[in-house]
């Protein structure tokens, strides 16, 4: 049949036949050749004569192509539609994509399995790009947002190490800085907010009236604060509080609301897509900078809008140089002039400086996902590469049939483009469900990660790997298959050996896949191996059984004043948590590790002379069984005793690397220090403890920061009050608490909020997130690499045991034992994979250098991780390559040249 | 007919009736392509041979006239093929072209006195 068609094919060429027409017509006639030259034979013709005759027949004049050429078939108009372009390339593209799914669902496994491959990859893809495109690609959103700049400083050498946030006379001082069009401050507060009966502890930003100018932003309605506007006075809402207090009612203008028992008056809401400086952010307080400032109060952010035409290698030095006119203008201490001395500004992209954390480890996993879809790729066009070679024949006959090679490739691709679109739906469910759930892992610090969504960025973007994935995974084999000679195809493949020009392109792919595996695999265990390192600090404090949360009482209405009145409200209200059942002890702390840390504070002892430098330690207030609650260990002296009343003898506890700060080799027991830099001087505290150093911020801290503990009631009533501290309560149900601890405070003060509140175990995990999230991530994509990287290997090796047969069993016939065989094969598919193993080593190498910002006492090249890995998946692979080298071992050799 | 004027009567011949004759032949019943040519080939006693290069021209081409209908059949154990049937504007042509041959024929028998007289 397929000869005849080879005569008749030619025939047909010189017209425009539609193809499928052509087909039936090479078909409908190739069979009437068929028959006839059976007749022939029938009748007594010789084979020749009778193919000879046929010829003739066919040939005459011409006939066939002249008596076709003016049907209006032999001149098929070009189809119309979207699938079929005019380039030659796409002709028939929609037959070609009918004819792959026909194709495809005759074979439901490998379908299956390649559609699966592909959805997992595109979807992984898609997930995460939809989170990199919602925090990377548009972080800011406001206009012209290249030109604003973060502006923060450093003073190399002083008290104040490493970088940190200006204060407010600097921002009067940069105001009129040439290079800066606009500049702006604006500062995080936690505070109390009242209206109607709502009751908050929210986040307020204290802003400049020039944020929204700035950063060119309107509101939605109402006004913008302006400079004429009293300090404190007025706030601008957020969307989200508008809504979730006020129902979205415009009549909000003109309201006062209370914040830190203050009466507002709201001017203002913005639209939902300004969240300025972090999502939190309930309203913007108008907040206005007195000239006479008491200048040193670090800690206000700012930001700026840089001149048209000024860039920051500009605006540094002209900073520079009017902060060195600081102290001369708005006076203050000595250790003050000291840090303007040293001082330089940092100026970043506000872009850079509000994401630049979060960009490595987003574009880190971005990466990863795009090797998961490099190797996915790979097993498919493995698979296709497979079904290509087990269809030769058919392609040869094709092409001698007239098939131009760019209609083989085409049709080819079209199975890999039916794969990938259905992947790529696939991948699309699969990225839905996960996202939330993707969300929900991250950490808190992504900004804007709440505005990753599937949308139709992310509906785009998937559709454009779909495309990428059906072109990386099915040109290489369409291009392989469709360019090889018409005879050699054609020819019967009974040869004994494999055809090892052929393998190449599939030792390729696994040599890809392998490597690929084995660079995440290293990636996921070096973070996994930080993780670890990290669980195993010892922060000082354990972290068991321990709830924490803070309320915020309507002191004035309750009669509190003082630090007495404060401190018997705290003993009280402390004693009823511990009367809760299952509670074990409690405490308090202004500052809590991990959540707020310690604020910093210079400290003068007897030491200190007139003019030297007082060191800068960490503060804080700690009471009732703080330090038991928190398991810090008590090295010396005593706990703070339950005391209400202002007195002269009140003491002060210090952690050890304080004591060692403050009085190098010698007993702290009995020392004296004060806070230093207040504007009324305080009396000497006497050392009455020491405890063991904690960590206070994460557990990466090498060295702890020297901390200061000061009890509830200082030397008078007015010294101090602490107001809102974290509460600590141990209790074996820490994690079920917190319903009986929120009933506890409706009971004594009504109106109070609870918030913070968590258990020492979540807070150490927060603290984690950033690692955990990425090791959570790679490994997923790690585990999948494997997995596919595995099928790989499996398929290539099956195939090539499927093809030898033959020679296996000419092997075993001639005395060659199972295991030997066994052996060749495992042989063969370890030696490719070692190959894998190198180039992956080598990659790796170079890759898992990003991943250095994360990990934790694990150098990026640990050897321990290396090897292993790499063992494992030499492992993976050798248990991939047995299950074919079985199956060859049971080869019988008689069945085997027989079928052949 | 004799063998004498074979080439040229076939194609004027075929030329002008070949039409007839293939749908004539499908007049009963549906018949594939190679079936067709045999028949005309042993219903003219041999006289008459359609080769493929003009045989499914003629039927594409009666196809694309609406005279035939082509339609793969399969059956079980066989290789499809296509069996054409006469279509209803097919039935009105052949009686078209019957009624204009025989007065062809007749017209034709008159001026050459061939046939019976």
């Known amino acids: ?900 | 007919m004799t063998n004498i004027d074979t080439g040229m009567l076939e194609r004027e011949l075929k030329k002008g009736a070949a039409e007839l004759m293939v749908l004539s032949i499908v007049e009963a019943r549906a018949r594939h392509g190679y079936e067709i040519g045999k028949l005309i080939e042993s219903n003219s006693g041999g006289q008459l041979k359609f080769h493929v290069a003009s045989l499914y021209p003629l039927l594409y081409r009666l196809e694309e006239r609406g005279w035939l209908q082509g339609r793969w059949v399969e059956k079980p154990g066989q290789r499809r093929r296509r069996f054409y049937s006469l279509t209803k504007a097919g039935h009105a042509a052949l009686a078209r072209q019957r009624d204009t041959w025989k007065s062809f024929v007749h017209a034709m028998s008159l001026i050459t006195g061939v046939g019976h007289a």
């Open chain 1, 1 to 900: 049949m397929h000869e005849w068609s080879l005569l008749v094919r030619p025939h047909l060429a010189s017209l425009q036949m539609d193809p499928a027409r052509e087909a039936e017509i090479v078909e409908e006639i190739s069979q009437h050749l068929e028959q006839r030259y059976e007749e022939l034979l029938a009748g007594g013709a010789t084979e020749d004569a009778a193919r000879r005759l046929l010829t003739q027949e066919l040939r005459e004049s011409d006939a066939l192509s002249a008596q076709l050429a003016p049907l209006r078939q032999a001149h098929a108009p070009r189809p119309i539609g979207p699938s079929a372009p005019r380039g030659r390339l796409l002709d028939g593209l929609w037959r070609d994509l009918r004819i792959a799914v026909r194709a495809l669902r005759k074979s439901p496994g490998f379908a299956a399995a390649a559609v699966l491959t592909l959805a997992l990859a595109i979807g992984a893809n898609t997930a995460i790009f939809s989170i990199v495109d919602a925090v990377l690609l548009d972080p800011l959103g406001f206009p012209d947002s290249d030109r604003l700049v973060s502006i923060r400083a450093t003073a190399p050498g002083s008290d104040l190490p490493g970088e940190f946030e200006p204060a407010g006379e600097f921002y009067l001082q940069y105001k009129d800085a040439k290079a800066l069009e606009d500049l702006a401050y604006y500062n995080m507060i936690q505070t109390t907010m009242r209206a109607d009966d709502n009751v908050e502890r929210l986040f307020i930003a204290s802003v400049s009236a020039s944020l929204f100018s700035t950063l060119r932003v309107k509101p939605l309605i109402g006004r913008l604060p302006t400079e004429a506007d009293e300090t404190g006075q007025v706030v601008v809402l957020s969307h989200w509080l508008w809504m979730a207090w006020f129902a979205g009612d415009p009549a909000v203008l003109g309201r006062t609301v209370d914040i830190s028992n203050g009466q507002r008056t709201v001017i203002g809401v913005m639209g939902p897509e300004f969240r300025f400086p972090e999502e939190q952010a309930a309203v913007w307080l108008n907040s206005r900078l007195a000239p006479s400032i008491t200048p040193g109060n670090f800690g206000v952010s700012l930001v700026g809008r840089l001149a048209p035409g000024a860039d920051r290698a500009q605006l540094i030095p002209e900073l520079a140089a009017l902060a060195q006119r600081l102290p001369e203008r708005f006076g203050g201490s000595a250790a003050y002039a000291r840090i303007i001395e040293r001082h330089q500004p940092v100026v970043r992209s506000l872009e850079e400086w509000l994401v630049g954390g979060v960009k490595r480890p987003l574009w880190i996993l971005m990466g990863t996902v795009g090797i998961v879809l490099a190797i996915a790729c790979a097993n498919v066009a493995n698979l296709l590469i497979v079904r290509a070679e087990s269809r030769r024949k058919d392609t040869a006959v094709r092409r001698a049939l007239g098939a131009g090679r760019a209609a083989v490739i085409r049709s080819q691709i079209a199975e890999a483009v039916v794969l990938a679109t259905a992947g790529g739906v696939a991948g699309l469910v699969l990225a839905w469900v996960s996202l939330p759930l993707l969300v929900r892992a991250a950490p808190e610090n992504i900004p804007r990660l709440g505005a990753a969504g599937i949308d139709s960025a992310a509906l785009l973007f998937c559709a454009g790997v779909a495309i990428v994935a059906a072109l990386l995974s099915g040109l290489l084999p369409a291009i392989r298959f469709s360019g090889f000679e018409i005879a050699d195809g054609l020819r019967d493949q009974r040869g004994g050996g494999s055809r090892r020009d052929r393998h190449w392109v599939r030792d390729a792919l696994v040599v890809t896949q392998t490597s690929a595996a084995l660079v995440l695999l290293i990636g996921s265990g070096l973070l996994f191996q930080s993780v670890r390192e990290l669980r195993g600090v010892d922060p000082g404090f354990e972290t068991r059984d321990i709830f924490t949360f803070q309320t915020a009482p309507d002191f004035r209405a309750m009669g509190v004043t003082d630090g007495p009145s404060a401190a018997r409200f705290h003993y009280d209200f402390m004693d009823r948590l511990a009367a809760l059942p299952g509670v074990q002890s409690v405490g308090l702390v202004d500052t809590l590790p991990l959540d707020e840390g310690a604020r910093l504070r210079t400290f003068a002892t007897e030491n200190t002379g007139a003019g030297a430098t007082e060191p800068l330690l960490r503060m804080t207030f700690a009471s009732g069984d703080y330090f038991q609650t928190m398991g810090i260990r008590l090295l010396g002296g005593n706990y703070f005793p339950r005391n209400a009343e202002p007195s002269p003898n009140v003491g002060a506890i210090v952690s050890k690397s304080a004591a060692e700060t403050l009085w190098p080799g010698e007993d702290p027991l009995g020392k004296r220090l004060r806070p230093a830099g207040t504007r009324a001087p305080v009396d000497w505290l006497t050392v009455t403890g020491v405890v063991e150093d904690v960590m206070l911020n994460d557990f990466r801290q090498e060295t702890p920061d020297p901390l200061i503990y000061l009890p509830l009631v200082g030397q008078t009533a007015a010294s101090w009050v602490v107001g809102t501290p974290a509460y600590v309560v141990k209790s074996p149900r820490a994690e079920s608490i917190a319903p009986e601890i929120r009933g506890l405070i409706r009971e004594f003060a009504p109106s109070a909020p609870m918030y913070r509140v968590f258990t020492m175990d979540g807070l150490a995990a927060r603290t984690m997130a950033d690692l955990s999230f990425t090791m959570l991530t790679l490994a997923i994509a790690a585990a999948l690499a494997m997995i596919l990287g595995a099928v790989g290997i499996y398929g290539t090796l099956s195939y090539m045991v499927s093809q030898r047969v033959r020679e296996i069993g000419i092997r075993m016939a001639l005395g060659a034992g199972a295991s030997q065989v066994r052996r060749m094969i495992v042989t063969q598919g370890g030696r490719i994979v070692l190959i894998g193993v190198a180039a992956g080593v080598l990659a790796a190498l170079l890759v898992t250098r990003l991943l250095d910002s994360l990990l934790f006492r694990v150098p990026a090249s640990d050897a321990l991780t290396f090897v292993g890995m790499s063992v494992f998946v030499v492992a993976i692979a050798l248990l991939a390559s047995y299950l074919p080298a079985r199956r060859a071992s049971s080869v019988d050799p008689l069945i085997s040249l027989r079928t052949e």
